[in-house]
């Protein structure tokens, strides 16, 4: 379902004249998969051994967590700043982190993770943030210039 939040985000920042903010939310998209990804198969963690719902492939780091959180930050940081009031941001703000807590919390109840698989993709998905909003900020106005040469 991230896929599918980021996938709608990047054609509705599209749609609003906001080329920058979907291309960049396509390129969060494509390289947080293959980073999470990557380490999936590196560390080739096991899943716990007393799943409550069968699921297969390696525990860490937890996909839904590390998607959901992508999700998130891209509403908080790109969304939220576009409404008009406090207090409506806040709210948003408040059920947005409830939200990833209660993923985090099911992926360990239902026994599909450890605790540290959701902690440490709730970090990698910071940290691939972070990372993300530095290289947009250093290469923004190349960006513009060239999503204006292609008539974007």
Do not use: E
Request: glycine fraction near 6%; aromatic fraction near 16%; include cysteine.
């Amino acid at each position: 379902m991230d896929t599918f939040y980021l996938v709608l985000m990047m054609i509705l920042f599209f749609k609003f004249k906001r080329r920058d903010a979907s291309l960049w939310t396509g390129y969060i998209l494509i390289g947080g998969n293959i980073i999470s990804y990557l380490i999936k198969i590196t560390v080739k963690r096991q899943r716990p051994l007393d799943k409550i719902i069968p699921a297969s492939g390696f525990s860490f780091p937890s996909g839904h967590v590390f998607g959901t959180m992508l999700v998130i930050m891209t509403i908080i940081f790109l969304i939220l700043p576009s409404l008009k009031k406090q207090s409506t941001r806040w709210i948003i703000n408040g059920i947005l982190i409830i939200w990833v807590i209660i993923v985090a919390i099911s992926r360990v109840y239902l026994r599909g993770h450890f605790p540290s698989d959701v902690i440490g993709s709730a970090l990698l998905a910071g940290a691939w943030w972070q990372c993300s909003k530095l290289l947009y900020f250093r290469y923004y106005d190349s960006l513009v210039k060239l999503l204006k040469l292609n008539n974007y």
